[in-house]
């Protein structure tokens, strides 16, 4: 039995038949051996581009930097009191999504915005060199409407789906199903939210776990969400 389907069974889960088993403490945690076993889930080019951080104050148990047109580092911090609230298939999920998302939120990549915004690039290069205003005026309208349009789509709830799909497809090459993946991710975003204190979630955080339950067959996840600790 794969590792992460050993977890699935041994963690903090709730069947309806009692409490279940509970969490271990954030103290009995250790952080480096966490890092670890979450860096050895992802595909290897994923891994080496990617640095993880304990980072207490944040109110998000799981948070990362938007990724600059110059950077290929992805960078994930973790608040581990909060961390180890969530049963370890809810985090293995949580932590392959986050850096999903930032995978498809890359500048640096084979795409035909990408295309346009390199070509509009080259035409102010090489209009600036023949001192030509209206070429470079346009080269640089052209690449400011590609930019434009990246940004944009990095942060559409589009790519937040992409992202949730990627992530249930590394998670499936470590041995889950396309369904326990899909209910461990839907708990642990639905108990994202309750973790930090919020009312609610976020219109693209619904948004995501009707589109997770609709995965599921739009059963209810058997997975417990995570259990606030006082």
Same mark, same amino acid.
């Given at each position: 039995?794969?590792?992460?389907?050993?977890?699935?069974?041994?963690?903090?889960?709730?069947?309806?038949?009692?409490?279940?088993?509970?969490?271990? @403490? $954030?103290?009995?945690? @250790?952080? @480096?051996?966490?890092?670890?076993?979450?860096?050895?889930?992802?595909? !290897? @080019? /994923?891994?080496?581009?990617?640095?993880?951080?304990?980072?207490?104050?944040?109110?998000? #148990?799981?948070?990362?930097?938007?990724?600059?047109? /110059?950077?290929?580092?992805? =960078?994930?911090?973790?608040?581990?009191?909060?961390?180890?609230?969530?049963?370890?298939?809810?985090?293995?999920?949580?932590?392959?999504?986050?850096?999903? $998302?930032?995978?498809?939120?890359?500048?640096?990549?084979?795409?035909?915005?990408?295309?346009? +915004?390199?070509?509009?690039?080259?035409?102010?290069?090489?209009?600036?060199?023949?001192?030509?205003?209206?070429?470079?005026?346009?080269?640089?309208?052209?690449?400011?409407? #590609?930019?434009?349009?990246?940004?944009?789509?990095?942060?559409?709830?589009?790519?937040?789906?992409?992202?949730?799909?990627?992530?249930?497809?590394?998670?499936?090459?470590?041995?889950?199903?396309?369904?326990?993946? !899909?209910?461990?991710? +839907?708990?642990?975003?639905?108990?994202? $939210?309750?973790?930090?204190?919020? =009312?609610?979630?976020?219109?693209?955080?619904?948004?995501?776990?009707? !589109?997770?339950? #609709?995965?599921?067959?739009?059963?209810?996840?058997?997975? !417990?969400? #995570?259990?606030? $600790?006082?």
């Amino acid at each position: 039995m794969p590792e992460n389907l050993g977890q699935f069974f041994s963690g903090s889960l709730d069947f309806g038949g009692g409490e279940g088993m509970r969490e271990k @403490s $954030w103290e009995d945690t @250790s952080p @480096s051996q966490e890092v670890a076993r979450l860096l050895d889930l992802l595909p !290897a @080019s /994923w891994r080496m581009e990617t640095q993880v951080s304990p980072r207490a104050e944040q109110p998000a #148990a799981i948070a990362s930097t938007p990724l600059s047109p /110059w950077q290929r580092t992805c =960078r994930v911090s973790l608040n581990f009191k909060k961390w180890v609230q969530f049963s370890p298939v809810q985090r293995e999920l949580l932590f392959l999504r986050e850096v999903a $998302w930032r995978q498809q939120t890359k500048w640096l990549q084979v795409g035909p915005l990408q295309g346009v +915004l390199c070509f509009g690039a080259l035409v102010v290069a090489v209009e600036s060199t023949q001192m030509d205003l209206t070429g470079v005026a346009g080269g640089v309208l052209l690449a400011l409407v #590609a930019g434009n349009q990246l940004w944009r789509r990095q942060r559409s709830v589009a790519t937040e789906f992409a992202a949730d799909q990627e992530a249930i497809a590394v998670a499936r090459k470590r041995g889950y199903t396309e369904t326990a993946a !899909a209910q461990a991710l +839907l708990a642990a975003v639905d108990g994202g $939210w309750r973790l930090e204190g919020r =009312r609610a979630p976020s219109f693209t955080e619904a948004t995501r776990m009707q !589109a997770l339950r #609709a995965m599921v067959g739009g059963e209810t996840s058997p997975i !417990a969400t #995570a259990t606030v $600790w006082e």
